[in-house]
Structures are given as structure tokens and as C-alpha cells.
């Protein structure tokens, strides 16, 4: 292993490339420290556009961006593809799969997954929507149902694989159930000849009674009614209790749909978990207002990983991408003056600042909260789509991503329609059958 | 199953929505027919560009155009993504892993696959290069590539993990090769900080004793002067005996060689090589003057599923895109003609017009021989992209690709670099001593 420690500075550790992470690494440029960015992925993922590669619309490559390329010129700072086994607090080192590596400052942004609520093995009937792996899956169910679809001569069976069931009711959830709905209704009716694709069912499962949870309430019944317009159908108050193959059970109710997309809950990631420190409910680490933990003011925790609260309010940091970015800011400033020798009892506290929330719902149709404006429609969507637009990386990603944007709003046309991996079965066990004479295809 | 044979029209049957597949569905476009075209996977392949997706240029779906959305305006065709899995010549019918299907004509344009000459034990260790998931693959192990040597202390280590070899000196292996180069010594050396991917080795072997056997003698020498001055090694009168995941032997030597990738043989597809009749060594069906096959006048093959031979020069008719585009027309054109009642004995015998061929040695180096011209250099590489554009679908990818060009010529930049699937480990059996506390990583 390279030793990069190259004496004198101080190393600094970040573990995760997501907003937090990057956040961290860039306000640390002039820096007197040596940083390296761990990540076990090589890109960036902007992770609020991930249900338009799930929905076919962007490509993966429009919403990730190899992280080498965006520290190139941060001479300060190196990146490792490694994944993180383990954290040794007293030894100050950063465990891995190739080797340990010692930290002065560690940071861990390592995010959030998808939590099952305890039922992990609804995973491989339910695919998550946090990693483009997930989003390229989602993708590909989505894309098969209709093929099957249009095979399918037995009506119920057409209808359960044209049933489309989301589970949660958070942007993630809302913003994935709009797009499907556009896709089924708007994009797809005239590629098929047998199958009419509007008669899929969109079905969103929210455990609570209303969408958009920590949203003003007033947003919930906005998106809820724009939703509605658009065809897909909301279960408020409702709860999966059991997915499998062939469908879904809600409450006691059983509903046949061969495709169910989970984007329900999340838990922090093992790594930061494992600290050995407090964590909250949903396994995030219980962090101090400084950002550090517990007897550790060299370890910081940031974004979803953590359960920070806001100074003024008391409020918890909600899990978006403001609350990572601020928290990184935050951290690199303290690291900061630490090293200008300023006292770790004199840290300040980390106050959030609500920047307004935002989801699309299909075509031309947004809900945006900013401090006490809340307003939707096309407004809504076309400041949707330039915040998001100036977000992304390159010239040629958001004229690309305009460009797609363009064409489905005013043609319906999702390009990037490809059905990768495995093309004949859509959930991986083939199920009996379905399947005759087919041998195992390839190994992907 | 639906069925579309809506009583009086006969029904053709195309299986596989490559180049010649899709020539013949679009030139039956108002031909008294109902024409099924059946393909496993639902987009349309642009081949000639896939080794840039392998080599992180391009994105998948810059080169995959979905079938559905191609001919979504033809009223007569109807797309179904089955695989096939037998044929009864005898009953007419095509057997799919759902149902069979009855046919008047059928025409199987179902292409080749990789060929590793009775070993396919190479292929874990050495991909090949025929479709998009292979690509994906070895842009994969390329990228994972760089990030291990990265990590390696050791010397030896590092070099057997910077060396890439590419098997097979024909069109795939020469332009495989010369963009590998180019990623290493153009593209990626700024984002390292303590590998010179500048030293990686990229070898060509090559069996016979030039590149590009089939085209005029002096284009491959031009190929190989140009490969050589970007830094490829060519090897010729030189065959790999054995691969294995740490390197491979060529003759008697043995290279240590971490990455393989494999553009040397292809042979026909199993669905056309077991319908009973004559086959060449390479596994394609020798089919009559006509394309169709011995015995059996309403059934064809072509492309590189078939080993025909030009009318005039009794030369075979080379497995390229445009062998197969020629074919698909003429197929076309003789149902068209039985249609009308024209005695099938009458069938004129297929002629091979050549357009000559093209390849790229990477940035602005390419070879183009038309007719008696042949040339190279910039010229070359400018009508070589011009040419591959205007073959590309739809005007944003048109667009993006000419910027992708555009951005890699001047900058050396490549944007697709994302490695998707499992990130930590190239070869998928883990090698013991690298990884270390390692979970199984997510299924895909």
C-alpha cells in the first residue's frame, strides 16, 4: 500500500464520496492535511435523479461521476476503491478490505441503506432505491413487466404483472410512482400491439396518512391530489406486511403484483454502526452538536449516517442532500481550526439552514417548499428542473439531461430503454413455469 | 399467447433485431405480411462503436436503440423479446422459452457469438466482445484495474495488473486495443497520485502474420505502424494456449497478465447451427445463391449466422454490418417477389456490393479502405467518425456522441468511467489473499 502520509501533515480520513463526503474533501483544499477519500464505488451518485434511471429516462452515466476526475486537481487529496470492514477508535485506524490505514481526522459519510424493517428477505422480490445498481434493476422489472405483458393472454395474470406496487410514501417513493405512471400511460401505449400499457395499475403504499411526511402538510395533499390526477393510486395508512414472487400483502389484504419497488425506509450503514457509540432507532450514530462522537472529537459523522440536531431548533438534521453538504462544510471548518491550534471545547454548533424541498410528479408538475412558500404546478417544475439541472456535473451531462427532459415533456420519449443483465426472467429464482427449455444464461 | 396471424396474411418470422434483421422487417413495411421480429434482448445493437463503451467513451445506451421504439410506426411488425430455442423445420414453427409460433417465412439473422476455439474456460478469465453486458463487463475489469494498481506495492504485481492483453488482431481487437492505450496514456494519468498508468503494457496478439487478415495487405501494416507509435504492442504468429485469472501463455511463455479480454473467434449461434443442415468450421449455415437453406426455400439466414458466398467473385461474403444490411434486403426483396407469385426457382442469386471497411487507432488515426483507395490518418479518423454518426439513431445521440469525440480528442476525456456490478473484485471468483473480510457483495 502506498503510504501517502507523508510525515509532517495530518491525515484526514473521509469515507464516503456522496454530498457529505465530497463536501468535506473540497473545503479541505488548502488545507494543511493530507485527505483520502474512501469510497467502495468509483463515481459520485446524485442520488435525488436516481428514479429517472429507474424510470429509463437518464442514463446512468447523466447522474454519476467518477470521483478521481472530480478530485483531480485537489492536490491534497486521493481517492481509494476499497471497502471499509471496520473502525479501531483507540488505534485510530480505518480497516479495509486490502489493508488498515491510520487517520489523525476520520470522517464517515457513508450514507444510508435500505432497511427492510427487519425483513430482509423481501429484498429480492422488492428492489431498493438507493445505489444505481438498484435504480439499473428497478429498470429492468419495470421493462420486462410490459414484454411479459404483452405475451400474457390470461387476463389476471396480465393485470398482476402490469400491477406496479411502490412501498413509502417519501419523495424517493412519490417521485418513483409519477414516473412509472408516465411511463405506463405516456411513453410506452404505441411501441405494444397487444397489451394496452395504460391500464397499468401504479399503486404507492404509505404507512402514514400523509404523503411527504416531514413536508408542510399542505405539500402531502398537493402531491396526493396531483398524483391522483395522473392516475396512480395512494393507500394511505397502509402497510406491506409480505412480498413475494407473485404479490404483496397490505394489512390482510392480499394484491397480486409481480413488481414491487421498496422505497420505504432507511438504516445507516454497518460501518458507522458498529462504532460502538449510541445509535438511534433507525441505527444512525448519535452525534454530538459538534458533529463528533462521544469521547472521539477526531471522528466526525455526517449526512444520513448520522443523528445530528439542529443547534436553534432542537430539530433532528432531516437525512437530504442540504443536511449532508451543510454538515461537511461544518466539519471541514472545524478541522480547520483545530489545526490553527483553536480548542475543541470552543467548537460551535452545527445549525441547520432549511433550504426548501422539492419532487416532481410526472409531467410538468412539481411541489416546492421553500421557507414559507409552498407552490406546485408548472412553476414548481421548472424551478424543479433548473435547481436540479445547475447540480449536476459538466456541460455536456446537463445538456444532455435538458435535452431528455425536453423530449419527455414534449414527446414522451424515454431513450434509454435497455434491458441489461439478464433479459428473460425478470425476478432472478425463474419461477417453475414460466420458464421451459432455457439454460442459466450468462453470469450477470 | 397473442395471435397476430389475423387469418389471411402470411407471417414472417425474423429472429434477431441486428443489422440484417432489422433491414428486413423495415423493407417489408408495406408488404402484404405480418412480420414477428423475435430477439432476446430489446434494443438494437450499434457494434462497431462497442468497444467504447468498453473502454468507458461511450455510455450503453448511446450504442442501443430499442427495438420496440425503432419500428413503433411500422403498423405491420410486432417485436417480442424471447429467447429462441429450437426450430421445426418439418411443423414451421420457431420454439421460444414461452410458446411456439408458426411461420410462412423465417429468416434467422442471429448473428455470432464468441468463439474461445473448444476452451471456454478462458472466458471468466478473458471476456469477449459481443455484447453490451460483455462491454460493460470489460470496462469493469479496466477501470478495477487501475484502482488496484493503484494499492500495489509490489512491483511485479503492479505490472501484471497494468498489463492488458487483447486476443485477436481483426477490426475489434485492433480498436480494443489502441483505446485501451489511449485511457492509460491519455485519459487517466492525472487522476492518480501514485500509479504512472502511462506504464501500463497493452499487447495485441495476433495468430496470423498481420493485423486485419481480410483487408488489403497495406492497411494492416499502416494499422500495426500506427498502434506501434501509440505504444501497443503487437505480437504476431502468436496464440494463446491458456488464460487463467493471473495471466497468459502465448506459445511456450507464460505472460503474467491480470487482464484478458478476448476478440479473436466468433462462430454462428446454436439456434441456426442445429437446424439440421450443412454447417461451415466456424459453425454458420451454408446457406444457397438465394440465402435460403438447403431443401427449404422459405426459410433464410443471414449475416453472420451464414456462410454465404457472393454471386460474382465466389468469395464469401464477410461477416460485417454491411454483409448482413445487403442480405436483409435481398431476403426482403425475394419475399416480396414470391409474394407476387414469382416461381421461387427464379430467385436471382445474391451479390455482395463491398464499401469498404474502417477502424480507428485511437485519437485522430484510423484506417479506411474504399475500393482501390486506401488511407489513413486524420483524413481517415474524420471520415470514419463522420460515418459512424450518420449511422447512429436520433438526433441526441447523434449530439452526445459527437461531443463525447469532440471532448476525448481535445481533452482526453472519458466520462463514462463507472464501474457497475460488484466494484470489488475484477474477476469474480475473489482471489484468496486480496480480499480479506469481505462479504459477498450485493447478487447483480
Redesign the interface.
Known sequence: ??T?QTGERPRVIVVGGGFGGQEVVRRLKDAPVDVTLVD????HLFQPLLYQVATAEL????I?F?L??AL?KQKNA??????V??VDLADKTV?T???AVGYDYLVLATGATQSYFGHDEFK?FAPGMK???DA??IRRRL??AF?EA??E?DDASRRAKLTFVVVGGGPTGVELAGAIMETASRSLP?????VDTKTARVILVQSADRLLRTWPEAMGERVLRDLEKIGVEVWLNSRVTSVDASGVVIGERRMPAENVFWAAGVQGQPVAAELGVELDRAGRVVVGPDMSIAGHPEVFVIGDAAHAVDAKTGEPVPGVAQGAIQAGRFVAQIIRSDLKGVDPKERPAFGYKDKGSMATIGRGKAVVSVGRFNYGGFIGWLSWSVLHLSFLV?F??K??VS??WF?NFFFA?R???????D??TRV?EPRGA?????EP????
Do not use: C, H
Open positions: 500500500m502506498p501517502p467502495r464505488r468509483n463515481y442514463a446512468p452515466s447523466n454519476a467518477p478521481r476526475r483531480r486521493q481517492v481509494a476503491l476499497v471497502e470492514t471496520g480497516g478490505q486490502r489493508a429480492q445505489t444505481l445498481d439499473i434493476e421493462l420486462i414484454e404483452e405475451w393472454a404505441k411501441d405494444f400491439r397487444f459538466g455536456q451531462t445538456l444532455f435535452l431528455s423530449r420519449d431513450r434509454v430503454r435497455l434491458i441489461t443483465g433479459p428473460t432472478k414460466m420458464l421451459v427449455n432455457k444464461s450468462d453470469e450477470r
